[in-house]
């Protein structure tokens, strides 16, 4: 997990610090207006936030369904050689995760973990100037956090994309002498992707400080938001019939319809009851 750098305590009283922008023009009572939100009220926010996205968490994961059915299972592209490698990459990695998990699976978990962080904080202009990995956890010290930084090995496939880049440099140094066969690449994304997303639930069920200091609600809202979005933008890039406009029509449908099925649904169950 992230951890913000703290400097070292100092008995003398310390000096305010400046004010900068508009907040240095004002009085104290004013300037007290643009200063950062307190904690709880962040907290609150997110909370709020994190229930007004749940609707949409159900009609992405309906939209997924219908992706499913309609463009892979009536299509017959799960009879395709890349669906099948990538199914026997999920079934290996989920056989070894049940049957032979060990400390070494824990530290490339934590490792992919930890440079996820150390990712995110310079995608947002940050510094790292620590990371910490070991089978038992790992964190990072960074003069920056914020959600995206905390959640993202939640939402990132770190070894997924890492092999997308062998693969893609692979294809680049023998891809002249002999092209490289994509199913390979298949096999290699359900292997990496089912350990991101077997680790992500596992370890989501435990006491996570980069899940509490969010709150749970907005935490898991984003991680399942973001992660079916590129479970759907995978399978749409692999399908031959799938395509991205399919899915906005899908995606838009259902979220159009939502309320009035969920109003019909709340109808009946209101009529069935006794009295």
Not at 28 to 37: E, L, T
Not at 40 to 62: N, Q, R, T, Y
Not at 129 to 155: A, C, E, M, Q, W
Request: proline share 6%; hydrophobic share 50%.
């Amino acid at each position: 997990m992230p951890r913000q750098k703290t400097p070292n305590q100092r008995a003398r009283k310390r000096k305010p610090a400046p004010r900068h922008g508009l907040s240095a023009f004002l009085p104290d009572a004013a300037a007290s207006a643009f200063s950062p939100p307190p904690e709880s009220a962040v907290k609150s926010f997110k909370l709020v936030f994190g229930i007004f996205l749940l609707p949409f968490c159900w009609v992405i994961l309906e939209t997924f369904l219908v992706l499913l059915q309609v463009d892979t299972l009536a299509g017959n592209y799960w009879r395709s050689p890349e669906f099948i490698a990538f199914g026997i990459g999920c079934i290996l990695w989920l056989t070894l995760f049940f049957c032979c998990r060990c400390r070494l699976m824990m530290w490339l978990y934590v490792a992919g973990h930890e440079l996820t962080h150390a990712l995110f904080v310079l995608i947002c202009r940050g510094k790292v100037s620590k990371v910490h990995i070991s089978s038992d956890g790992g964190h990072i010290l960074t003069n920056r956090n914020n959600f995206l930084i905390s959640l993202s090995p939640y939402f990132f496939p770190f070894y997924s994309v890492l092999a997308i880049i062998v693969w893609a440099l692979a294809g680049w140094v023998v891809g002249k002498a002999e092209p490289v066969n994509p199913v390979w690449l298949y096999g290699m994304i359900g292997f990496t992707w089912m350990f991101h997303l077997s680790f992500t639930v596992w370890m989501s069920a435990r006491e996570q400080p980069d899940l509490e200091q969010n709150g749970r609600i907005f935490s898991f809202a984003i991680i399942f938001l973001i992660n079916m979005l590129l479970i759907c933008g995978l399978l749409i890039i692999a399908s031959p019939t799938a395509t991205f406009a399919g899915f906005g029509i899908s995606f838009w449908e259902n979220a159009r319809s939502l309320f009035d099925r969920f109003s019909e649904s709340a109808m009946e169950v209101i009529r069935a009851l006794p009295g």
